[in-house]
């Protein structure tokens, strides 16, 4: 079961390759994939029990898997120490404001077309 | 007859599965942690990957050659990746009620959230690389690390400040919004998703179950929007 969503989710990841060498330069393979495998699912109109045990396993361990490639932070140290506060004000206030727009803004659709359908 | 330990201890060190071991390890301290703790802040990612820093630096381990020997791991986030559309069409087939705000929250906020991360890094003086390093902050972290790669930034990086984003909005976002008189659950779920990404969905769960499902829908959205969109629009203007 495992091993069967497993192997298709690796086939969509190698598919997603396959296009970004041949056309899609600019898109990273495994996003061209997600998108395939997205493609799929709504022709499909469900997802099948293997891959549904396979994504969610992966995904359970999502955070294990992105350990070694965040340690890479180890190699910036001067570039993180001359942009620090930088990129502490920008980080800071862009979530800021981009969190509350957002929760502005759905709240406002919300209520104008809740309005719309009960006039 | 004297043993040699420090031939041993190399041995041991430099052995392909010592980096995989190492990185287990960390995690399961780090999630240990988290779990007894609960603190918001103790994220496991974050911590695992101080502790394997710390460790390397203490062992005299090189970087390069602990991404050799944990390649394994890596690997694996490219199918992880892609199963992430699951969880994006679990999520699209609940919100049939509420498409069109969320269509258009998603398309206006997610430039908002992008622009204005790109835009104040410019303002306050981040060199370019950091620049396109901070374009994918407000999108969980495999995707940011494929995209920050791929327009020129540093992927490791990005990974930590989209960390770092969604720690502090799960921290701060809910009585933020509440201060602005934000009270729809879905609106609640929408902004801590899509500012906040995986660690504002985890929030927005505990804030209840419609809150956290759009949250978990404008999570996978911005994540799949902005992996498609940001390189096409980067490679357009630079």
């Given at each position: ?119 | ?63 390069e050659e602990y991404r050799r020997h944990s390649e394994l791991l890596t690997l694996f986030l490219g199918p992880a990746t892609v199963a992430l559309a699951v969880p994006l069409?679990m999520n699209l087939k609940r919100i049939r009620l509420l498409f069109w705000p969320v269509l258009i929250t998603l398309v206006l906020a997610g430039v908002v959230a992008t ?124």
């Amino acid at each position: 079961m495992l091993l069967r969503g497993l192997t298709a989710l690796v086939l969509f990841q190698l598919l997603g390759t396959l296009l970004n060498v041949l056309w899609l330069s600019f898109l990273p393979g495994p996003i061209i994939g997600l998108v395939l495998l997205f493609i799929f699912l709504v022709w499909r109109g469900e997802v099948d029990e293997p891959l549904a045990v396979a994504s969610t396993s992966l995904l359970r361990y999502l955070p294990l898997l992105l350990v070694p490639a965040a340690a890479g932070v180890m190699l910036y140290g001067p570039v993180l120490k001359a942009n620090f506060w930088a990129l502490a004000a920008a980080l800071l206030l862009s979530l800021v404001l981009a969190l509350l727009f957002t929760g502005w803004l759905m709240q406002r659709l919300i209520e104008r077309q809740q309005r719309r359908e009960a006039p | 007859m004297s043993a040699d330990w420090q031939a041993a201890w190399q041995a041991v060190i430099h052995h392909p599965l010592f980096a995989f071991g190492l990185t287990l390890g960390s995690y399961q301290l780090a999630m240990a942690a988290y779990e007894r703790t609960r603190w918001v802040f103790l994220q496991p990612v974050l911590v695992s990957m101080a502790l394997v820093i710390g460790s390397l630096w203490l062992l005299d381990i090189g970087f390069e050659e602990y991404r050799r020997h944990s390649e394994l791991l890596t690997l694996f986030l490219g199918p992880a990746t892609v199963a992430l559309a699951v969880p994006l069409f679990m999520n699209l087939k609940r919100i049939r009620l509420l498409f069109w705000p969320v269509l258009i929250t998603l398309v206006l906020a997610g430039v908002v959230a992008t622009v204005l991360g790109v835009g104040l890094g410019w303002l306050f003086g981040v060199d370019q690389q950091m620049l396109m390093t901070l374009a994918p902050k407000s999108v969980t972290s495999p995707i940011a690390m494929l995209v920050a790669a791929e327009i020129g930034g540093v992927a490791a990086l990005a990974a930590v400040f989209v960390l770092l984003t969604g720690v502090l909005g799960a921290m701060f976002g809910p009585e933020l919004l509440r201060l602005i008189g934000v009270r729809h659950p879905a609106a609640h779920g929408m902004a801590l998703g899509l500012a906040a990404h995986a660690v504002g969905t985890a929030r927005a769960l505990q804030e209840g179950e419609e809150c956290g499902a759009f949250a978990a829908l404008s999570m996978s959205l911005m994540g799949v929007a902005t992996a498609v969109v940001l390189p096409l629009v980067v490679a357009l203007i630079v």
